[in-house]
């Protein structure tokens, strides 16, 4: 991977998604530095969702590089939008990914734990207390 995405073939409704992909995480990641986090959220969210036309093109025209660079980015603006479920689905998946480098691999291994870790704590943290008997 050579550090850069390369956007050559990207079809015009998908560069103005990834326009406006960029404005919402620029704009939530604004809002969370003001506390708004609920705005934030929704924001994240909306980005994941304009991850996936741009996943499915990359992988439909072979650059995995591209492919592999907007599904973190999925996986970590659903983490951001508070979907943790999602973004260790969405990490799992990653990791079966048979066009993935050495490096690649060892990315996407390192965020599913780091996810996993993360998920597991945020299920302690909301489970019920033992009622009384």
Do not use: C
């Amino acid at each position: 991977m050579s550090g850069t995405i390369d956007y050559r073939g990207l079809p015009d409704e998908l560069r103005q998604q990834n326009k406006r992909r960029s404005s919402l995480i620029l704009e939530a990641h604004w809002l969370t530095a003001q506390k708004q986090y609920e705005a934030a959220s929704d924001l994240f969210a909306e980005a994941a969702h304009l991850e996936r036309p741009l996943i499915e093109w990359a992988q439909a025209n072979d650059k995995h590089d591209f492919a592999f660079i907007h599904l973190l980015s999925e996986l970590t603006l659903w983490s951001r939008a508070g979907n943790p479920r999602r973004a260790l689905h969405l990490a799992a998946e990653l990791r079966k990914n048979p066009y993935l480098s050495e490096k690649q691999s060892l990315e996407a291994e390192f965020h599913h734990q780091m996810l996993k870790e993360k998920f597991i704590e945020w299920q302690q943290v909301w489970s019920p207390s033992p009622v009384p008997a």
